[in-house]
Nanobody, 120 residues
């Protein structure tokens, strides 16, 4: 199993940037797909971005394409989400997620979440 701890959230003005980090522990980290999800108050948890185990494939929600970048450092067991051009609608709790290859999200691990608030 993989344990995940997020950091880097905070309060930022619209147009600003934040970089989220997700520190993972567990021997299987390098073989799992990693992702970021977010949940606004009263809303469902939505997909934001994902990255394959080799970093060769990345996927983004349409709402963040061109503004957010996901990356991973296998040696440091860490996944990052660089968020630029932040908008108030990006506000929410951001969760790091990990899943074994060939499975759906929810079958692996989740972090505890980190709050991101974007003021207008």
């Amino acid at each position: 199993q993989v344990q995940l701890v997020e950091s880097g959230g905070g309060l930022v003005q619209a147009g600003g940037s934040l970089r989220l980090s997700c520190s993972a522990s567990g021997r299987t980290f390098s073989s799992w797909t990693m992702g970021w999800f977010r949940q606004a108050p009263g809303q469902e948890r939505d997909f934001v971005a994902s990255i394959s185990r080799s970093s060769s494939s990345t996927y983004y929600a349409d709402s963040v394409k061109g503004r957010f970048t996901i990356s991973r450092d296998i040696a440091k067991n860490t996944v990052f989400l660089q968020m630029n051009g932040l908008k108030p609608e990006d506000t929410g709790v951001y969760y790091c997620a990990a899943k074994p290859p060939g499975t759906v999200w929810g079958t692996g691990s989740w972090g505890q979440g980190t709050q991101v608030t974007v003021s207008s």
